[in-house]
């Protein structure tokens, strides 16, 4: 709706007024469709033809649908007066621009320009789209647990990590990746450096190009140019390696002219990443392993030191040890055994000596080791089967028979020799109480000298222990490097890092720059058709600003 007039109008308590005029009486006239004076009483148009003898009253400067002018108001009652004009400034939205009509109207009149726009807006997007060289994205994941596998129980690197560790470690494997040292791998194992799109030639000195960069302070510091260093660089840039959140993938994105290349440039990554890893944790190993094996020279020396020297103290007062225990020890030991048996026998033969003197004076063969005396056994049975014999005889033939008389020879001959068989048992007897009497003092002398002496081996005995504290504990430490030494030797030749490549890059199926002309161009035409309808309507709004103007 066209705006009101703002500037000159006045409104009064019973309608529209115009300045240095008075109130329009009611038979003023309007003319339908113009533009609308609003008051008190409602809106009134204004009529743009007076007639005979109609005052001119005012103006507002606004033109009807039609291009006619109007806005001027005019009184049957009254004498013409002198002209007030009211100006109104320049309203665009009265210019058409908010009318939508007269938008379509100029934009159907400018069709043919609006058609151009698109079609120069559809071949500048052809042109682009074959001039801009097409860029490929491949991606490799990788799964990288923090936990390392246990292959041996004791790793130089530490496989029992903080819960909130992990995503430190990741993070840290992030920036492994985009480091120097695996990328210049990568530019030497796939030949970057003679690769024009990661090592350019250097511009012709005294180009337009090395101008301009030095002119912005772009150009490279002077010197021999580096493709290996520029090839790093600019891998560098065409690669994004990155962690999503809440996972230990990291995602290694490569950007390349060539499908192929930036495939075979993520896999390379990834490849030379793993073995990096596995060098660095070989070549750590390797340093523990020099470490402990230089120390393990220093530890074998002052252990045959200590061995020396807790031998030389042995020797020296005769801590000879058999089966564990000195010899003193196990001497002591027995002849507390043989001091043991000494005395229960001497014991015994007390006792038969004892019986044997009082058998001196007697009559008879009572004494054990008399009936146990093969010899006595003999006499006494011969002396039996003679007195049997000699009992036969004489009843037989009367005592007084010559038989029986030899055999009473006889029989006194027996008895003698059973008199002197028991006396020399009797001897024998106490001569062995004797002999065990005196082995048990013997051994009893023994003992006593074997504890003086290991009396003075147990004050010996305490240095002797802390030398031989000194020789373990020193064995102890030298066993433990030596194990750790052997163990990291080990290592070097084993990968116990836990990664794997859950996704190898594959070829791009399409480019991922510029995007797909099924995009771009249809963006384009509606972009270009836009743009020339808008600067049709614009034009002609321009046009009829200068006309109202003029």
Known sequence: MPSRPAAHPHRSGSGFEARNSPSPPSGTAWHPGCPEAVGRTGRRPLCPDPGPGRAKVGRVGTEDRNGSGCGVMYSFAHQPRAETRIEAPLDVGGTGFGDLGQVVDRIRSGLVWVIASGIAALVAAILALGLIPPIYTSQTEILVDPVDLKVIENGVNPSNQLADSGVSIVESQVKVIASDSVLSRVVSRLNLQDDPEFAPAPPQPGSLSETVKRALGLAPSEGPANPELQAVEALRRKMTVRRPERTFVIEV???????????????????????EETAARAKAAGRASD??????????????????????????????KAQGLLLGDQRLSELNAQLSAAALRTAALAKQAEQARDMRGRIGTALPEMLQSPEMRALR?????????????????GPRHPAVTEQGAQVRELEAAIAHEKGRIIESTIKEYDR?????KTIRRDIDGLKRETERNNRDLIVLRDLERNVETQRTIYESFLKRSRETGEQERLDTTNMRIISAATPPLGRSWPPSPKVVLPVALLFGLGLGAALVAYGGILRSLLRRRA
């Open 381 to 397: 049975q011969q002396l039996v089967d003679l007195l049997r014999a000699q009992s036969e005889i004489g009843k037989k033939f």
């Open 291 to 320: 470490a402990l094996a230089a120390r393990l020279a220093t530890l074998r020396g002052t252990l045959l030191e200590a061995e020396k020297k807790a031998a030389a103290f042995r020797e020296k007062h005769n801590l000879v």
């Open 253 to 275: 994105v490569v950007k390349s002219k060539s499908g192929q290349k930036s495939a075979l440039i993520a896999n390379t990554i990834a490849d030379t990443f793993f073995t």
């Open 436 to 440: 065990a009497s005196t082995y048990e």
